[in-house]
Each structure stands twice: as C-alpha cells, then as structure tokens.
C-alpha cells in the first residue's frame, strides 16, 4: 500500500532527522526546508546535532511488514528521506545500529539506503553483511559529472540492487560508467528557484540505459512543483530492477558491531567474497529470498 508522494518507491522511513551539505545538488534541499522552517528544529549542518525520531514512526516499518507479509508482497522503503543514513554523526550510531536489526526482521521490505557518502558505506554496514542482505539496495546521488566519483565508490560494494539517483540533474552524465548498476533515476529539480534540466539529458540517459541493459526510471522534469512531467517523449518510464544476487536471504544471527569491510567487489562490478563473507548471505534452513517486484514502462494515454 503506497503512502508516499515519491513515485519510486512505496513508504519513507526516517530513523533520524537532520543533515549538512556536502554538494551542488544540496543547494535547494527539500529536507532542510521542511526540518528547519515547517518543523523548526535546528537540526542542519556541521556543528547541529541529529535527532531520532519516535518509536511510532519505527512501529511503522513493522507495521508494514506484517501488511506485505499478510498479502504476500514486496513494498519498497526509502530510507532516509529527511537525512543520510550513511552520515558519520555521533548522534546516529546507535540508531543506526537499530535501524540494522529492524531491516533483518522485515524480509518483505526492500529497503532503498540513498546517501550522498558512499565513502562511508563500507564502514557501517553490518559485519554479516557478506555479498549483501535480499532487502537492502544501496544507492548514491551523482547529480552531475563533478561527483561522478560516487559511483565508482558504489560499484565497489556488493549489493543485491545498487543504483543512482540521477536528481536533481544538473547536467549531462554522458561519461558517467554504468558498469555494476542496476537502476538510475533521472529527477529534475522542483521547487522555488529550481535549476532547468535540459530533456535531452534524460533522453540521453535513457538511452544508454536500454544499451547497457540498466533498468531506468522517469521520475519528473523540472518544474515548480514535484511530480510535473513524468513522462518522457510520452512515454512513462517506471521500471524497477530485479536483485542482482536472487540467492540471498537476509542473515538471521543477532547483528556484532558494524563494519569490517564486507562487500568488497571486484573492478567490474562482480562480487569478489573472500573466506570471511562466503556464504554470510545464504539463505538458511527457513530463510527464503523476497520476490521481485516487477513493472513495465507505459505509453501515455
């Protein structure tokens, strides 16, 4: 059941609130508006702290899963919408740690972890993290070629669906390398003040992803509000990829600290599992990899 405006994915999920900047596709965050003028909490920035939010909101993703599990389904959560979950902030440290154990419990949520730090990824993920948990996609922001170095970063750690969010754009990514990614989502920028994508850059994208056989997802053109222009050249493209790795479960064992660099690959995108990780994804005696979840791109009516 679809409770979110955000037309890739089904609910949001917020473990904690608050962020700072760290790029051009910063400048104009939805989020920082919405933390620090409608909520006014002073949450943003270098020297501001973090804040965890209520046990109803963390009640929530159960509540979800009991949902899907009871109709047999896969739902799709993002995580975070209103900060990074990979930003090294002493605040978050045990939530995140919190945050790994309520994914485990939750087979039929497939978790979308979005960050702007793919640097720090391979420091917090979990230590039974092996080639990746069945429920958990790891995605990265490259709104422009000047951070284009965050896929590279991406493409080295192993996950069952690795993608980029290609929003807001900023300009063309024609040298960006697709090598290991599963997904990207093209999204102009909304908003008051809201920088013009130039259509091509899309079309262009969408383009190379059907060549290099990389699922590609429409979200919006550029517009003063969100959600305008959801179709490109008349056609609505809302794909979504199948897990890279359909073997996978999602380990059972009570979570150690995280860490340790797990899923490493190698230059070209495959996993490259050593003695440590071997089998730390498996799927045990009752675990069962989630299904996919399917869709297809729409001509418009």
Same mark, same amino acid.
């Given at each position: 059941m679809k409770e979110t405006g955000i037309s890739w994915t089904h609910h949001t999920f917020n473990p904690w609130m608050g962020c700072q900047?760290?790029?051009?596709?910063?400048?104009?965050?939805?989020?920082?508006?919405?933390?620090?003028?409608?909520?006014?909490?002073?949450?943003?920035?270098?020297n501001s702290r973090r804040q965890v939010t209520s046990e109803a909101t963390w009640k929530n993703v159960e509540k979800w899963q009991?949902?899907?599990?009871?109709?047999?389904?896969?739902?799709?959560v993002f995580c975070a919408s209103?900060?990074?979950?990979?930003?090294?902030?002493?605040?978050?440290?045990?939530?995140?740690?919190?945050?790994?154990?309520?994914?485990?419990?939750?087979?039929?949520?497939?978790?979308?972890?979005?960050?702007?730090?793919?640097?720090?990824?391979?420091?917090?993920?979990?230590?039974?993290?092996?080639?990746?948990? $069945?429920?958990?996609?790891? #995605?990265?922001?490259?709104?422009?070629?000047?951070? =284009?170095?965050? *896929? &590279?970063?991406?493409?080295?750690?192993?996950?069952?669906?690795?993608?980029?969010s290609y929003e807001p754009a900023l300009g063309?990514?024609?040298?960006?390398?697709?090598k290991g990614i599963d997904w990207v989502i093209f999204g102009g920028e909304s908003g008051p003040g809201y920088r013009a994508a130039d259509p091509q850059w899309a079309r262009d994208m969408r383009d190379r992803c059907a060549r290099e056989r990389v699922t590609f997802f429409h979200k919006q053109s550029s517009a003063f509000r969100p959600g305008q222009g959801e179709t490109l050249d008349g056609v609505l493209h809302h794909d979504f990829p199948a897990p890279r790795f359909v073997q996978l479960g999602i380990p059972k064992p009570a979570? $150690?600290?995280?860490?340790? #660099?797990?899923?490493?690959?190698?230059?070209?995108? =495959?996993?490259? *599992? &050593?003695?440590?990780?071997?089998?730390?994804?498996?799927?045990?005696?009752?675990?069962?990899?989630?299904?996919?979840?399917?869709?297809?791109s729409h001509a418009a009516a």
């Open positions: 900047k760290v790029s051009q596709g910063c400048k104009h965050c939805y989020a920082e508006k919405m933390v620090t003028g409608r909520m006014g909490k002073p949450l943003w920035g270098p009991r949902d899907a599990a009871k109709r047999g389904v896969v739902e799709r209103l900060a990074d979950f990979f930003e090294d902030h002493p605040d978050v440290v045990d939530a995140r740690l919190k945050a790994w154990e309520l994914f485990r419990r939750c087979p039929n949520l497939h978790f979308q972890l979005l960050t702007k730090r793919p640097q720090n990824i391979r420091r917090f993920l979990p230590r039974d993290w092996g080639l990746g948990w $069945a429920n958990i996609w790891l #995605g990265t922001s490259v709104e422009s070629v000047e951070v =284009a170095h965050r *896929a &590279d970063i991406l493409r080295q750690i192993s996950a069952t669906v690795k993608f980029i063309p990514l024609h040298t960006l390398d697709l979570l $150690a600290k995280a860490g340790g #660099g797990a899923g490493t690959v190698d230059g070209d995108g =495959a996993a490259a *599992a &050593d003695a440590e990780t071997v089998g730390a994804g498996a799927v045990d005696g009752d675990g069962v990899a989630p299904p996919t979840d399917p869709s297809r």
